[in-house]
Each structure stands twice: as C-alpha cells, then as structure tokens.
C-alpha cells in the first residue's frame, strides 16, 4: 500500500494555469498505472489522466487533452498534473489514484487514493 498526498489546487480565474502534485510514499512499482481523478459536487468521480510508471506513457480524458498534461519524477516518487486554459467546468476535487493491474479509467478500478485536493475556477 502507498500514501498518496495531493497538493498545489486553489482558486484561479477562467483562463489560468494550475499544477497539481501528488507526493507518493512506498513503492510504486514499473508496471503501476499512477492516475488523476476529479469530482464536482453532485456528480461521479471521473477519469482525469494517467501514465505508466515504467514507460511514461499517458492517457487523457477528451475533456482535457491538449490542456492539461501529466507527468512523473520516478526519483522524487512525485506525480503531476499540469493544467493549462482552466474553464468553470474543470471545477472539482482532483485526487491522485494508483492502479495496481493496469489501464483503467474506472474508479473502482484504482486500490489508493490521496484525501484530494480542491480546483475552482469561477464563472
């Protein structure tokens, strides 16, 4: 099991940028997926993006390819997420995720999880 501690969310304006860090404590295997979530008051928890741990290959949701991008420092046990031209609907609480089997963009799919962190971009 690994701890997962997410930081760096806050209030920015439509348009602004914002990067996300999930320190990771334990071991993250090679072929781990490390993945980002996101829930809005009211609604599901949905698949953010993803990347493998050992080959740094990435996955997106279609709402933010192209705007936000993910990242890993494998020395610092770090994951990011850097996200660009934030809009009100990126609102929510991102949480970091680790997936012990493989690709999935199911929650129920990722075993840990960090306490989240809050992004609100007004309107």
């Known amino acids: 099991q690994v701890q997962l501690i997410e930081s760096g969310g806050g209030l920015v304006q439509a348009g602004a940028s914002l990067k996300l860090s999930c320190a990771i404590s334990g071991r993250v295997f090679s072929s781990h997926l490390m993945g980002w979530f996101r829930q809005a008051p009211g609604k599901e928890r949905e698949f953010v993006a993803a990347?493998?741990?050992?080959?740094?290959?990435?996955y997106y949701a279609d709402s933010v390819k192209e705007r936000f991008t993910i990242s890993s420092s494998t020395g610092t046990n770090t994951l990011y997420l850097e996200m660009n031209s934030l809009k009100p609907e990126d609102t929510a609480i991102y949480y970091c995720?680790?997936?012990?089997?493989?690709?999935?963009?199911?929650?129920?799919?990722?075993?840990?999880w960090g306490q989240g962190t809050q992004v609100t971009v007004p309107s």
């Open positions: 990347i493998r741990w050992n080959s740094g290959r990435t």
């Open positions: 995720a680790r997936n012990r089997r493989g690709y999935s963009t199911i929650a129920n799919e990722y075993e840990d």
